[in-house]
Every structure is written in structure tokens, then in C-alpha cells.
């Protein structure tokens, strides 16, 4: 079975043309559209649907860089150990929780302006990190692109808690 990269003609590579994955994701969705098996046989369409479904994950997997990161280390044979190994720098440790402090801060208070500087602040690290990941991946390092994907693992939740938190406030 091809990879995601291979099934959209794509460089294996973290650094990826958005333009040239959408396009090759129509394409494939094109040649396996249920209107085009509407006089085939129940096995076609099955073959048909289970493409179209895997061009769908495919397409999910690679327009995401968490997602897109995460997996090319699993290409590489490298495991994220996402349930076992939690072990994360020193330095990040800290502003994670510099950065629950003013979460927990913010939602007391009510203080949308803060959230909406942690919010911001959030968003350039992990705009940060996704550029120092990238750089691993593109230069074959998944060991040490794995640590980094684990840390943007957390960073993403703490976003979805920011934004709880913007609802909480706001609702």
C-alpha cells in the first residue's frame, strides 16, 4: 500500500506544497467518486469507497503539521511514545506552566485581553516550532523531531484550553 505522500505524488518531505496536495487530492477523489461506480459491481464500489476514504485520511493527515510531522516519524520507524514518554526540556516545562498560571489568571478574572495575549503568544511558538521541526524532518532527524512533535503535541491542547476558556468567558 503507498503512503500518503506517494498516493498524492508528493516528495516525502515535511516541507509541502498545499496547492499541489489539493490538486492531487481532488484528482484522486475524482477517479474514485461514487458517481463514476454507479453501474458496478457491490465489490467496485466497495474499492471505490475504501479509496476514497484513504485519499480522504490521506489528504487530513498531510495538510496538518502536527499531523503531517507525526507521521513521517512513524515512516521513518520512529515512535512518538506519546503514551509512555512524557518527558519534555526543562525550559518548556516552565513556560507551560508560566502559561497555566495566566490561563488560570485569566479565566478567574475574566480577563478576555489576557487570553487573547496568551492566545497570541501560543501561536508563535507554535508557529516556532512547527519551523524547528521542519528543519528535522527535512534534514532526517526524527529522533529529535519526535521530542519536538510530542512538545507541539501539548501545545495544540493547551490551545483547545484557551479557546475553552474564551467560551467560558464570552458564553
Known amino acids: 500500500m503507498k503512503n500518503h505522500f506517494a498516493l498524492f505524488q508528493l516528495p516525502q518531505r515535511f516541507a509541502i506544497d498545499m496547492k499541489a496536495l489539493e490538486q492531487a487530492y481532488h484528482q484522486v477523489q475524482g477517479q474514485a467518486h461514487p458517481d463514476k461506480f454507479a453501474h458496478a459491481s457491490d465489490a467496485e ?47 518548556f516545562l516552565m513556560q ?12 478567574a478574572g475574566k480577563d478576555i485581553d ?15 516550532e512547527v ?14 523531531a519526535a521530542q519536538l512533535v510530542r512538545q507541539l503535541m501539548f501545545l495544540d491542547k493547551f490551545g483547545d484550553e484557551i479557546g475553552d476558556a474564551f467560551a467560558l468567558i464570552e458564553g
Open 131 to 144: 519551523a524547528r521541526i521542519e528543519k528535522l524532518l527535512d534534514a532526517d532527524d526524527y529522533i529529535q
Open 45 to 91: 464500489k466497495r474499492v471505490a469507497m475504501q479509496w476514497a476514504t484513504r485519499a480522504n485520511e490521506a489528504y487530513q493527515t498531510l495538510k496538518n503539521p502536527l499531523r503531517r510531522a507525526r507521521y513521517l516519524c512513524e515512516l521513518h520507524g520512529v515512535d512518538l511514545q506519546t503514551e509512555s514518554n512524557t518527558s519534555m526540556a526543562p525550559t
Open 114 to 128: 489576557a487570553l487573547e495575549r496568551l492566545n497570541s503568544e501560543l501561536t508563535a511558538e507554535k508557529k516556532a
Open 96 to 107: 507551560q506552566m508560566e502559561w497555566r498560571e495566566t490561563l488560570d489568571d485569566a479565566k
